[in-house]
């Protein structure tokens, strides 16, 4: 899980001790498994928020973890050219590449832990495939969708897209340096990432060494998510098993307790965790297919518009979408 690294994580700066006799450790208020689906055009994914009440999500709407999966030559797969208007999307690939294109003219290759920051707003048409020689050769696969959404004020707000790059990503040590952490969006303990979001929200991709333990210090407006990518641990004063695939949706408090299993698979070198936060919106939230919105006349409304080509056109100098089963395998 190459992500982003460095050889020496004792060199980085390391997040404050949290002062446990004046702070509130946040309580564990429930423990949910992600079941296994697929999207686009067939790549698996679990279905990270499933059966998670969204006024404990807000303002996340949606989370696929894609993969990890280890495709043979020919298999890989992608989504084809679809819409979408009232949120933004982020995908960070943390093995593997995917080719981005969208009717706003952003777009380019993310890989190995960039992270892609697409605002649909008012509309969008984007695209999203493995490049040639991954469906070629094959290769390891594995990243996350994400759904944030927007507050009605900003639904409208013309598309965007931000670039950022594995090493934009703010580099944080545990206060025992057992833990590295990726800051991409939002702040930790005075610590800022490099996303830029309408909604205020905290986005952190930690790797916890076996047997270590993570004292994180979270903000007291914001909801507060762990999902496990890889391994075993457990969270809270309790210490409730975690394991992969599993989402932590954590009580009121100002910090957060996750530590790793000492003894991890013989796949999985770390435990590896995703920590989600935002000051929730408190609206209304309607979510059809793509489009999130406030009301049912507005997903009426955007249905409407794709129908008639205002959420966007597809560039007529577009990327080439090639489904696995349009490229031949040699055999030889």
Same mark, same amino acid.
């Given at each position: 899980? /190459? #992500?982003?690294? $460095?050889?020496n994580i004792l060199s980085l700066p390391r997040i404050p001790q949290v002062d446990k006799g004046v702070l509130r450790e946040r309580p564990v208020k429930?423990?949910?498994t992600a079941p296994s689906g697929f999207e686009g055009e067939g790549f698996p994914v679990r %279905? #990270? !928020? #499933?059966g998670v009440n969204l006024r404990e999500l807000d303002p996340f709407v949606h989370m696929d973890q894609m993969g990890e999966v280890e495709y043979s030559p020919g298999e890989a797969k992608g989504t084809p050219?679809? +819409?979408h208007r009232g949120f933004e999307t982020v995908t960070y690939i943390i093995d593997g590449t995917f080719v981005h294109q969208d009717s706003n003219g952003g777009g380019g290759t993310i890989t190995n832990g960039d992270t892609q920051w697409m605002t649909a707003g008012s @509309?969008?048409?984007h695209i999203e495939a +493995? /490049?040639?020689?991954?469906?070629?050769?094959?290769?390891l696969f594995h990243g996350i969708q994400l759904w944030v959404n927007l507050p009605a004020a900003n639904k409208f707000n013309p598309p965007a897209y931000q670039d950022i790059r594995a090493q934009e990503a703010t580099l944080l040590s545990s206060y025992d340096g057992g833990a590295l952490l990726r800051i991409i969006a939002g702040e930790v303990a005075g610590y800022k @990432? /490099? @996303? &830029? =979001? !309408? =909604? /205020?929200?905290?986005? $952190?991709?930690?790797?916890?060494? +076996?047997?270590?333990? $993570?004292?994180?210090?979270? %903000? %007291?407006?914001?909801? &507060?998510? $762990?999902y496990v990518l890889a391994g075993k641990g457990s969270v809270g004063k309790d210490h409730r098993p975690i394991q992969t695939g599993q989402l932590v949706v954590f009580g009121e408090g100002d910090w957060i307790l996750v530590a790793a299993d #000492?003894?991890?698979?013989?796949?999985?070198?770390?435990?590896e965790l995703l920590f989600l936060g935002g000051l929730p919106i408190r609206e209304k939230v309607v979510h059809y297919g793509p489009f999130v919105m406030n009301s049912e006349d507005e997903i009426v409304k955007a249905l409407e518009d794709y129908q008639a080509g205002r959420l966007g056109r597809i560039p007529a100098a577009q990327m080439p979408h090639r489904h696995p089963g349009d490229i031949e395998i040699s055999k030889e």
């Open positions: 899980m /190459p #992500a982003i690294s $460095v050889e429930s423990l949910t %279905r #990270a !928020f #499933a050219w679809h +819409p @509309g969008i048409l +493995p /490049p040639e020689h991954l469906v070629l050769a094959g290769g @990432g /490099p @996303g &830029s =979001t !309408f =909604t /205020p929200i905290t986005l $952190v991709h930690a790797s916890v060494s +076996p047997g270590a333990t $993570v004292d994180l210090p979270w %903000r %007291r407006d914001f909801n &507060s998510l $762990v #000492a003894k991890q698979d013989s796949n999985t070198v770390n435990l």
